[in-house]
C-alpha cells in the first residue's frame, strides 16, 4: 500500500509516533511519554473517540490541571486537593452550604468564592456552569475535587464560545441553507435564528439539551481545541428533529422541544462529529 493509499487512521499514528497500534494503545503511549506532549493528546481528542475510562485524566492535562511531567503529579495534585478543601471549609463555615447542599451547588459556589463573585452571581440551576457541572458528576462518579477543577476550566471554553457566537452563527446558516433549504426557509420564515436561544445552547455546550454519554464525546472535541463543532451540533440536532420543527411556528415551542432533551443523542452527536470532520473545520487546532 501506498503512502497516498494509506487511511487517515495509519497516517495519524505515524504522525504522532504509534504507527500501526490500536487507539487505546496509542493514548497510552501518549500518556507515558515525559513530558507528555498536549498538542498530541490534542490532536488524538479532535481525529478519535476518548476512552471512557482515559478521558477525565487526559482532560486534566490538556486543562493544564495535571502536570505535563509525571513525577509532578503527586504535588501539583495535592494543591489541587488542598485548594478544593479549604473553599468547601470557608463556604461552611460562612454557612452557604452544608451537608444537605446538592454537590453541583457546592462545586458552583467554590468557583464564585474562588472568583470572588459570591456576592455578584447568584447561583441557579440555568446557569451555564451549574450546568457543565451536572453532566461532569454525572459522567465521573465521585471526583469531585478532580470535577470541581475541571469544570472550572471547561467554563472558560463556553465563554470563547460566547465570544464568537456571531461566527458560529454564521456557519451554522451557511451549513443549513446547504443542506437543508427548507428548514433553512422556515428558520427565516419565522424569524427563528434571532428568536431562539441558540447562543445559550452553544454557550452551554448543550449540557440540558443533551444528554451525558453522548454530549462528551463532542465536548473531547472542545478540549483538543475546535469551537466551530457547535455549529455542526446545531445544524444535525434541528435535521434531527425536522419534522417536529417544520410544525411549529414560534420560538417558545421549539425551545420546549429542543430543551426537553429526548432526543436520539447518539445520532445527533455521530452525525453532528462526522460532518464536522468531513468539512475539515477542526483544522483550527492551536498546539501549545
Known amino acids: 500500500m501506498t503512502t497516498d493509499e494509506r487511511n487517515f487512521r495509519s497516517t495519524y499514528y505515524e504522525k504522532v509516533g504509534c504507527r500501526s497500534v490500536e487507539e487505546k494503545k496509542s493514548l497510552k503511549i501518549l500518556l507515558k511519554e515525559n513530558p507528555i506532549n498536549k498538542s498530541k493528546l490534542k490532536q488524538f481528542c479532535l481525529s478519535y473517540s ?23 503529579n503527586e504535588f501539583v495534585l495535592q494543591q489541587r486537593s488542598e485548594t478544593y478543601s479549604d473553599l468547601l471549609r470557608a463556604l461552611q463555615t460562612m454557612r452557604y452550604i452544608d451537608s444537605s447542599t446538592p454537590k453541583h451547588k457546592v462545586i458552583f459556589l467554590m468557583w464564585a468564592l474562588e472568583n470572588k463573585v459570591l456576592m455578584e452571581v447568584p447561583f441557579s440551576d440555568e446557569n451555564c456552569l451549574t450546568k457543565i457541572i451536572k453532566i461532569l458528576l454525572e459522567m465521573f462518579d465521585d471526583d469531585y475535587v478532580m470535577i470541581f477543577w475541571i469544570s472550572r476550566e471547561f467554563f472558560k471554553f463556553s465563554q470563547e464560545i460566547h465570544l464568537d457566537y456571531e461566527k458560529h452563527l454564521y456557519l451554522f446558516k451557511c451549513l443549513l441553507e446547504k443542506e437543508d433549504s427548507q428548514l433553512f426557509n422556515h428558520f427565516n420564515c419565522f424569524k427563528l435564528f434571532e428568536d431562539l436561544p441558540l447562543d445559550n445552547w452553544c454557550s452551554n455546550c448543550f449540557a440540558g439539551v443533551l444528554s451525558g454519554p453522548a454530549i462528551v464525546r463532542f465536548w473531547d472535541k472542545i478540549c483538543g481545541g475546535s469551537r466551530k463543532i457547535v455549529a455542526f451540533v446545531l445544524l444535525m440536532l434541528f435535521k434531527t428533529l425536522k419534522k417536529s420543527v417544520l410544525e411549529m411556528t414560534t420560538a417558545e415551542e421549539i425551545i420546549a422541544l429542543v430543551e426537553k432533551g429526548s432526543h436520539q443523542n447518539d445520532l445527533i452527536v455521530n452525525k453532528a462529529i462526522e460532518s464536522w470532520h468531513n468539512s475539515k473545520s477542526h483544522g483550527e487546532i492551536v498546539d501549545n
Do not use: A
Request: no cysteine; glycine share 0%; aromatic share 14%.
Open 50 to 72: 476518548v476512552p471512557v475510562e482515559q478521558r477525565i485524566f487526559l482532560w486534566s492535562i490538556i486543562l493544564d490541571i495535571t502536570p505535563l511531567y509525571p513525577t509532578n
